[in-house]
């Protein structure tokens, strides 16, 4: 049988409340090109929850509500309200500010962030700009084992209608009790992680339980994904690293110091200006 990936490490999260972090300024390089693997689960709530106006520069951010409502409003001009399962795509740029807040659905609120850098140049100083599409859009790959949306990126005859600055596969998959999922990915795309949500899973010699990420190693080798008595609901990210340094302040990641600083610049003018225009 042909080789396939295998699991460098696995990760447990730091937790603060309801988040749990996964990518950390310490090891902020490991993950080339993703800088960011937040996921927010807030139980028992009645109120909606979340972030008043905050800055970003030098990423794209995907948002993706599981369980509930998602809020997003920004300096770009879109305000959206994503239900379960739509997806949100923020390219900051220079520079962008945002608010999210969740509203949550049966007390429960639940939804993933994953940020990239961007590449060096003029997309990682470029306009801010956003994408949205509700989950009807998203494409869904049926198979004997194992249902696969495509959330960003392609995954074999299907592809998802929002674009990434970079190449990046973003899928989130549901396998059944004693199934398997096996795929050949494009080969650029050599970083990458497993996220499990739900049940349990083996790649390889090593088996995830939930809330646990697997870093693969880097490697252009196939992915197979396996279940036992139990299924699983999972998430698949890839992408090609890019080859630049990756500067980390706050909620911005840039290849340079001259680029944070101007990033960080471009923040606190629209932040003085979401002030002087807030209701009082």
């Not at 800055?55 to 997003?72: D, K, M, Q, R, W």
């Not at 083996?202 to 809330?211: D, R, V």
Request: charged share 15%.
């Amino acid at each position: 049988m042909k080789a396939t990936r295998t699991i460098n490490k696995i990760r447990y999260g730091r937790k603060s409340g309801p988040m749990t972090a996964y990518i950390y300024h310490d090891n902020l390089t490991e993950l080339n090109p993703f800088v960011l693997w937040d996921h927010f689960d807030a139980n028992g709530i009645k109120e909606e929850t979340g972030l008043d106006f905050h800055g970003h520069s030098g990423i794209e951010a995907f948002s993706y509500p599981v369980t509930g409502t998602l809020h997003h409003t920004d300096s770009c001009g879109c305000s959206v309200t994503m239900r379960t399962g739509d997806i949100q795509v923020m390219t900051t740029g220079r520079g962008v500010i945002h608010k999210d807040t969740m509203q949550p659905l049966g007390g429960r609120a639940e939804s993933f962030a994953l940020w990239t850098a961007l590449p060096a140049g003029d997309q990682e100083m470029a306009e801010a700009a956003s994408q949205y599409t509700s989950t009807d859009s998203l494409p869904q790959v049926e198979e004997m084992d194992a249902t696969t949306k495509v959330l960003i990126g392609q995954y074999k005859d299907a592809t998802s209608p929002l674009t990434s600055s970079i190449p990046v596969t973003y899928l989130d998959i549901m396998i059944a009790p004693y199934g398997g999922w096996y795929w050949e990915p494009d080969e650029q795309q050599v970083s990458g992680f497993v996220y499990l949500r739900s049940g349990s899973v083996y790649i390889g010699a090593n088996q995830l339980y939930p809330q646990q990420m697997g870093i693969l190693n880097p490697s252009a080798l196939p992915i197979h994904i396996k279940t036992s008595r139990k299924g699983a609901r999972l998430f698949l990210v890839l992408g090609q690293p890019l080859d630049q340094p990756l500067l980390c302040s706050g909620g911005s990641v840039h290849s340079n110091e001259e680029n944070l600083h101007q990033g960080n610049d471009t923040i606190c003018a629209l932040m003085e200006s979401q002030a002087v225009h807030q209701p009082t």
